[in-house]
């Protein structure tokens, strides 16, 4: 995914290019973080609501990329914290989104499961590093944690994804 | 591997989740518009709908634990649920038995439990003597809970019966459990090298055979060498953070690993918890545990007065550790009561069965069985030895694709069953295949 420059910011964001840009990638991460594509959709709405908001306080200190997914994490998380959120099953809400034509189907569909299955701390760095691919350095800005503490909680999910889909996803 | 594949695996996977243009028009037609917040479920707008037409008294009668069941469940359950609505009262509570579905093999029932003149029926509700006849095991789990009638409404799963299709069945609920506390991970603040060096350590020997219960890597060791040495009961009396329905009985280090034993001295049921050792690191360990009980005579006999918690820990290292409690549960109330209903269970759409032939070691997998509720694996081998993980998908002719990530074993004389549930029911029909840890099996 290429990132958008930042320097010469207009006062008001390009909008357009920013959905463009993010809208798909931030839109599934969302659906793997909240288990709900309804409040994935909401929370993306939201996510570009604070963005085009707050876009002239953004001092540029980071690429913009992780500026809005630090909002859109952060949506995410406050979303999780109302209650009604409880009991939701991840392989109903999986097989609720169409098939694509891919040949790995039952693959990707266990190692899905698996990652929307760990807990939010564990799936949040998987998602930032692997699917946003964002360095241990941006994730610890985005998520306000050291670096160190980022680096274990990806060691750890690792070993939690590779441990339920050995034999099935891993080669070894 | 993993780098480059978990991206391609979402985007693949996900290619259909995209923004859509109703979504991007709201998004770009900011700031002049307010953003439009997505309706809860259906129920509450119904509910609302229904409060405008209606008197509140006439509301509550007309909505039913039937019909909560119905806003709860997903449309494609509710097509092949068969509607029971029997009820039965003892004691100032009401059970009610709303609807069921069942297999060949499997009842799935949905009953509600209500208080109608104390507080004993709360979310926390655990059924605990509970059976539905001709089956074999049984699981539940509460769904929704509405506190102001005090009504749980809870799915039943029963496993083990044969040809249940037109069988009457009776559904009985004896006791249940409610006024849950649980205390989650905490430090016990044990100085576990200065406890450990300043007891002397005595140890009683414990038989496999009369041993109530346990789990864990070592549990299966033990019960094969069938004589263990455990720790000599109440030697200490070490008090857990907030914990008044169990303590430390004694710890130390027998044959080489750390012993941690609990005494549960509170007065409820099923009380239970287990213990973590972790390092600065982060690094757990996970015990084993042993449940038993004393004699007068201090000798070990069947019960549950005592958990024998094993770490396989150097003592080198004990230093290193802290000890954590984790899921300390107590159930405040006890209720008993004799609630039963009777009904006949109908037929779903009917099993498919094929002939298969599979080997994962020590299980061999001879028959194979698809039916709305899951996937039936049939064969010969001892289920109580295997470590086995078995992943079962199912795949429809439509191309999408039925995760079964919960199971039931059940295993006799050499032959076992192994069903897999799915979470919706399954259109028998149209099954293309079945994948059991990636081996393809064709139905269509």
């Given amino acids: ?172 | 591997m993993m780098n480059r594949t978990i991206k391609k695996a979402i985007d693949t996977r996900l290619a259909d989740i995209k923004i859509s243009s109703e979504l991007e028009n709201k998004i770009i037609d900011y700031p002049n518009k307010t953003r439009s917040t997505r309706k809860r479920p259906s129920v509450v707008v119904v509910a609302v709908a229904i409060l405008v037409m209606l008197s509140v008294s006439v509301m509550a009668a007309a909505i039913t634990n039937f019909d909560k069941l119905l806003s709860i469940i997903s449309p494609q359950v509710e097509q092949n649920l068969q509607p029971i609505k029997l009820s039965s009262e003892d004691n100032g509570i009401k059970m009610e038995v709303l609807a069921a579905m069942s297999d060949s093999n499997t009842t799935i029932a949905y009953i509600s439990i209500q208080d109608l003149t104390a507080d004993r029926v709360d979310e926390s509700i655990n059924l605990y003597n509970y059976s539905i006849s001709t089956m074999e095991s049984f699981t539940s789990e509460v769904i929704s809970y509405d506190a102001a009638s005090k009504t749980a409404i809870i799915k039943l799963l029963a496993n083990g019966g044969k040809k249940l299709e037109g069988k009457i069945v009776t559904l009985r609920v004896d006791s249940f459990l409610s006024n849950k506390q649980s205390y989650k991970l905490f430090d016990t603040g044990i100085d576990l090298k200065k406890v450990i060096s300043s007891t002397t350590i005595s140890t009683i020997p414990l038989d496999m055979k009369i041993v109530s219960g346990g789990s864990g890597d070592l549990f299966e060791e033990f019960r094969k060498r069938g004589n263990i040495n455990v720790l000599k009961t109440d030697q200490t009396n070490i008090a857990l953070p907030n914990i008044n329905f169990a303590h430390i009985s004694n710890i130390g280090i027998v044959d080489g690993k750390l012993h941690v034993q609990t005494k549960w001295a509170g007065k409820g049921i099923d009380d239970h918890g287990t213990f973590i050792l972790a390092n600065d690191s982060g690094d757990k360990t996970y015990p084993s545990s042993i449940y038993f009980s004393i004699d007068k005579n201090g000798k070990a006999i069947y019960g549950r007065d005592y958990i024998e918690f094993i770490f396989e820990i150097k003592e080198t290292e004990i230093s290193k550790y802290k000890l954590f409690a984790d899921h300390f549960t107590t159930y405040g109330h006890y209720t008993e009561g004799k609630w039963q209903n009777t009904f006949k269970l109908e037929a779903m759409e009917k099993d498919k069965e094929v002939d298969i032939d599979m080997d994962f070691g020590e299980l061999k997998v001879n028959k194979l069985s698809v039916s709305p509720i899951g996937v039936t694996l049939i064969g010969t081998g001892n289920m109580s030895d295997t470590t086995l993980d078995i992943s079962v998908l199912v795949k429809m002719l439509n191309g999408s694709v039925y995760t079964l990530n919960s199971s039931v074993r059940n295993n006799e004389n050499g032959k076992f069953t192994w069903k897999f549930m799915s979470l919706e029911p399954i259109k028998v029909m149209n099954v293309k295949e079945v994948s059991i840890n990636g081996k393809v099996v064709e139905l269509k």
């Fill in chain 1, 1 to 172: 995914m290429n990132h958008v420059s930042v320097p010469n910011r207009k006062k008001t964001p390009d909008m357009n290019k920013l959905v463009k840009v993010y809208g798909d990638s931030l839109l599934r991460m969302c659906f793997l973080y909240l288990k709900d594509l309804h409040m994935a959709e909401d929370a993306v709405q939201d996510t570009f609501l604070k963005v085009y908001k707050s876009y002239m306080n953004f001092k540029g200190d980071c690429e913009e990329k992780t500026w809005i997914t630090r909002i859109s994490i952060n949506v995410c998380k406050n979303y999780l914290r109302s209650s009604w959120w409880k009991r939701i099953d991840e392989a109903a809400v999986l097989e609720n989104i169409t098939v694509g034509n891919s040949t790995d189907t039952l693959q990707d569909e266990a190692l899905l499961l698996e990652i929307m299955k760990l807990s939010p701390k564990y799936k949040e760095v998987i998602l930032l590093f692997y699917y946003q691919s964002m360095k241990i350095r941006e994730i610890a800005m985005i998520l306000n944690i050291p670096e160190n503490t980022v680096s274990v909680r990806l060691l750890r999910a690792r070993e939690i994804l590779k441990k339920k889909l050995k034999g099935w996803y891993y080669d070894e």
